[in-house]
Each structure stands twice: as C-alpha cells, then as structure tokens.
C-alpha cells in the first residue's frame, strides 16, 4: 500500500516514538523514515493502525473515536525494535499539550540521542541508547547528559565513555523502577 507522507513521520500513527528507534538511526537499506515518511512503503508494506488513520483522514489513532480499538490489544505488552512501554500513556500526553508541543520535547530527545550515539556509542549501545532515552523523562535524560557530560572528556576512550554513559543510564532507570531491556 502507498501512504501519503505524515506531517510528524517521527510520532507514529500508532503512538510510537519512531525518531527514538535504532532503525531510523542506521545508515543504509534498512533505515526506517518514521511512521509514513518519505520512502515507508518501501520499508514496511503495511502497517494495519495506519491504513485505518490514513482511511480516517486522521494523523494519529487517539483522534478516533473507537481508540482504542482492538488493533491494540496486547500493543504494550512486547516490543518491536523500538520500546511499546510508554505507547498509550505518550499518545495521551500529546493529546493533552497539542501534537506540536509533543513533537518539540520529542524533538529534545532525538537530538539528544543523536548527540549519545556520536559520542558515546562504541558500536554496541544504539538500542540501549534508544530505549533510555524514550523511557525516561526528558528532565531525567538532561540530568544523565550532565553527569556524563561532567565526568568524560572527548579525548576519553570511547569504551570507557560508553560504559560510564550506559551505567549512568541504567542508574537512572533503576532508581525510577524503569527497564529498559526490550520485551520480544
């Protein structure tokens, strides 16, 4: 099926946080463009939520009245190569501040987590990364950020700033009750 291209192709139809997923942070075929964006139907040749969306005339599922539907039954419960844990309660955050004001603190975390893989990442932590970064608060990833951003320098090995960075992480994700393992 062909989409049409999304306004916000990095906040999926579905709730998904598409630019904080290691797939539209590789490089090459299968790099993912978010959730209806340039060149998705190439990568995914369907997704059910958005045909429905998309037949609606609507951007995102909580703009229907059926939402949610039995399309999501389960949707929580497991992953894909991006975090479902925060699904429903990020769609009901977007809902109440307007899907811009979603999509500009969104935008905060890709950036941030652009920033983690290009110096952070010793080949091994882009999941990990991602998953920490939509999981936790922003105002909680900011405080990570400047702790790692205190205790390295550039000229650190990258193993040694990886591991610090994904220690702190996961420090903070204990401490909040928060997992950030994927469930398959």
């Known amino acids: ?3 049409k291209v999304r306004k916000n192709p990095l906040f999926s139809a579905c709730g998904l946080n598409c630019g904080l997923c290691p797939r539209y942070h590789t490089a090459g075929e299968s790099r993912c463009p978010g959730c ?7 990568v995914h040749c369907s997704c059910g939520m958005l ?5 609606k005339n609507l951007e995102y599922c909580f703009d229907c009245e059926e939402f949610p539907c039995k399309k999501y039954n389960g949707a929580d419960e497991s ?25 500009a603190e969104l935008n ?3 950036g941030i987590l652009e920033y983690l893989l290009g110096n ?5 932590r882009k999941s990990f990364f991602c998953a920490a970064v939509n999981l936790l608060e ?3 990833v900011r405080y990570v950020m400047a702790q790692i951003a205190a205790r ?21 994700a204990d401490g909040k009750g928060i997992s950030l393992k994927l469930r398959k």
């Open 1 to 3: 099926m062909e989409y």
């Open 36 to 42: 209806a964006g340039e060149g998705f139907s190439e």
């Open 51 to 55: 045909s429905c969306c998309q037949r």
């Open 79 to 103: 992953d894909s190569f991006i975090t479902h844990k925060n699904q429903f309660r990020d769609m009901e955050k977007a809902k109440q501040i307007g899907s811009d004001a979603y999509e």
């Open 108 to 110: 905060v975390k890709i």
């Open 120 to 124: 952070y990442n010793d080949g091994r």
């Open 138 to 140: 922003s105002e909680d």
């Open 152 to 172: 390295t320098s550039p000229s650190d090995p990258i193993k040694e700033k990886a591991k610090l960075a994904a220690s702190l992480f996961q420090e903070m």
